[in-house]
């Protein structure tokens, strides 16, 4: 039991650490003369906090399931979110006709663009600067209703405004038998470990761009659109902070 406290605590306690950082980049931001137009503060904080952080979330990506799910993503492919890049390198080129980045916080512009240039993608990858609720937009680039293969949603559910509604969004864009890829972090079962998401949370979307700790995620998945489960499965420890939700959903087609 003793060890099992340690190991709850240590995990409790690490969210601290990134906290701080991404509390000291909205200062550094705060009192730059730097801006991207149209972009807050905390979006500017968070793309230069995430973008600097990026290589070590990379790495602890590695070491679970989703590479092996990115590299599941086909066709015409919808990234929700894809911030400075990170998966890019993990999906299969030869697999996708055309991948379309949507992300809405613009301050990612240079660095997404960047890595793209890197990898040689930009033949396939389009970044689209914009919400996945602005129909107009995602219009302008042919993503209509049943225009979308695939989905990937890698660690954004969790702070998007209205988690419901983007689902079902997401269910509107993909053809019949498209599939949803998600690795996304979310409400601890354990309740201690929920408790103590809840008191993290009255800081944590405040310095992670409204990222929240406790979504009820394979809740949200499931109740928001009509889907099959191809696969879907918890990933983490009892006390693990991100406990994740990751797998496969496939559309099911109504009427």
Same mark, same amino acid.
């Given at each position: 039991? /003793?060890?099992?406290?340690?190991? @709850?605590?240590?995990?409790? +306690?690490?969210?601290?650490?990134?906290?701080?950082?991404?509390?000291?980049?909205?200062?550094?931001?705060?009192?730059? =003369?730097?801006?991207?137009?149209?972009?807050?503060?905390?979006?500017?904080?968070?793309?230069?906090?995430?973008?600097?952080?990026?290589?070590?979330?990379?790495?602890?990506?590695?070491?679970?399931?989703?590479?092996?799910?990115?590299?599941?993503?086909?066709? =015409?492919?919808?990234?929700? /979110?894809?911030?400075?890049?990170?998966?890019?390198? @993990?999906?299969?080129?030869?697999?996708?006709?055309?991948?379309?980045?949507?992300?809405?916080?613009?301050?990612?512009?240079?660095?997404?663009?960047?890595?793209?240039?890197?990898?040689?993608?930009?033949?396939?990858?389009?970044?689209?600067?914009?919400?996945?609720?602005?129909?107009? =937009? +995602?219009?302008?680039? /042919?993503?209509?209703?049943?225009?979308?293969?695939?989905? =990937?949603?890698?660690?954004?559910?969790?702070?998007?405004?209205?988690?419901?509604?983007?689902?079902?969004?997401?269910?509107?864009?993909?053809?019949?038998?498209?599939?949803?890829?998600?690795?996304?972090?979310?409400?601890?079962?354990?309740?201690?470990?929920?408790?103590?998401?809840?008191?993290?949370?009255?800081?944590?979307?405040?310095?992670?761009?409204?990222?929240?700790?406790?979504?009820?995620?394979?809740?949200?998945?499931?109740?928001?659109?009509?889907?099959?489960?191809?696969?879907?499965?918890?990933?983490?420890?009892?006390?693990?902070?991100?406990? @994740?939700?990751? /797998?496969?959903?496939?559309?099911?087609?109504?009427?």
């Amino acid at each position: 039991m /003793g060890f099992d406290l340690k190991i @709850r605590l240590r995990s409790y +306690l690490d969210k601290s650490s990134p906290l701080l950082s991404a509390f000291r980049s909205i200062w550094t931001v705060y009192r730059s =003369t730097d801006h991207e137009p149209g972009t807050s503060v905390q979006r500017r904080a968070f793309a230069q906090w995430f973008t600097e952080v990026a290589p070590h979330f990379i790495a602890y990506e590695d070491t679970t399931s989703l590479p092996a799910l990115a590299a599941a993503a086909h066709g =015409t492919v919808l990234e929700l /979110g894809p911030g400075s890049g990170n998966q890019l390198q @993990r999906y299969k080129a030869d697999q996708i006709t055309a991948i379309y980045g949507v992300e809405p916080n613009a301050a990612f512009r240079a660095a997404l663009t960047a890595r793209v240039a890197a990898l040689q993608l930009d033949a396939l990858y389009v970044p689209v600067f914009c919400d996945v609720m602005d129909r107009a =937009t +995602l219009e302008r680039h /042919g993503l209509v209703a049943e225009s979308v293969d695939c989905v =990937t949603s890698f660690g954004v559910l969790c702070s998007v405004e209205h988690p419901e509604q983007v689902v079902a969004q997401l269910w509107r864009l993909l053809k019949p038998g498209g599939e949803l890829v998600v690795w996304e972090h979310g409400a601890s079962a354990d309740w201690v470990t929920w408790v103590v998401q809840k008191i993290w949370n009255l800081v944590w979307p405040v310095a992670l761009d409204g990222c929240r700790l406790d979504r009820p995620i394979a809740d949200i998945l499931l109740k928001s659109a009509d889907w099959e489960i191809v696969e879907l499965r918890e990933e983490g420890e009892k006390w693990s902070m991100m406990p @994740r939700v990751s /797998g496969i959903l496939r559309k099911v087609q109504r009427g």
